[in-house]
């Protein structure tokens, strides 16, 4: 059963990053409304008689975030039955299956009522928690901490004040970046990394593109700081020295990424990777954040 639960939480785990990925490529190519204004149904319809190229990106993410829906109901099941004795898996189970929830029902809510762009904003962070719980979960099942050794890991207070702080602000990053591009704000600056024109003649367009880029400046230097910080505190542990480099790789080329949508003028493969970039180090980020909480744990029991 064990085999199982780990092939089942692989599967859900890549299905949440194709219904990240699917919800930006909804967004990117406006496919939002290629069901009409009906949900879960396409145009009222169980089998669509007139397809476009909108209908199928909009029917595909349903589909995909139907099937995540009923995979992850299987594996929560049978994580909290055999797996549930770990501390973390039942808060686990309980937090994925939530924020699934309330992502879809965002998502229906946008196609039935319709939202405005700074609640639609909201619905890729959302998503993003979602896949952080199922990733975390399956490296539990995967049982990584066992072969990293990190079950011992003590992380100093203010290094895990610091990882609080800074999965909070990078949420705060990607709703800025999904304001951009449900704005339409991607190309109100056509130079990178600044706009190229004085701040006194901005539109609320360029504010929201230019408020964006601040912020993911920011968090890059915040890891960029906190990767000198660990690689010289934790040159022992191959979880925090490798996984933060790896973390400091990821936001690296993010920003590379955040360049090229600039310069490539909304090219749709990078405009996906960024999205896929920054789900990748959301997860890994949760991680550290996982390895806190114990380390916090830890030290009060002592």
Known sequence: MLK???ILSVITTIGMVFVLIGGALVTKTESGMGCGSSWPLCNGEIIPSNITTELVIEFSHRAASGFVG??????SYLAWKYIGHIRETKILVVLSLM??????????????????DFVLAMHFGISLISFATI?????????????FDAQSLHIHK??????????IYTLIVVYTGALVRHTSASLACSNWPLCGIGI?????YEWVQMGHRLAAGLLFIWVTILLFK???????????????????GL???????????????????????????ISCFFGLLSYFLLLSSRSARSEKNQ
């Open 251 to 277: 936001i690296f080329l993010q920003v590379i990424l955040g360049g090229l949508i600039i310069f490539t003028k909304l090219n749709l493969i990078i405009a996906l990777l960024h999205a896929f970039i």
């Open 200 to 204: 006194s003649s901005w539109s609320f």
């Open 4 to 6: 199982f639960l780990k």
């Open 70 to 75: 009923i995979s992850l109901l299987i594996l």
């Open 135 to 147: 990733f975390i979960l399956m490296l539990l099942i995967f049982e990584i901490d066992l072969k």
């Open 158 to 167: 203010s290094l895990r004040k610091q990882f609080y702080g800074l999965t």
């Open 99 to 116: 924020f699934l929830i309330l992502q879809g029902l965002i998502g229906a809510a946008a196609v039935v009522w319709g939202q405005s």
């Open 230 to 248: 660990v690689s010289k505190s934790y040159k022992n542990s191959k979880v925090m020295y490798y996984g933060w480099w790896a973390a400091f």
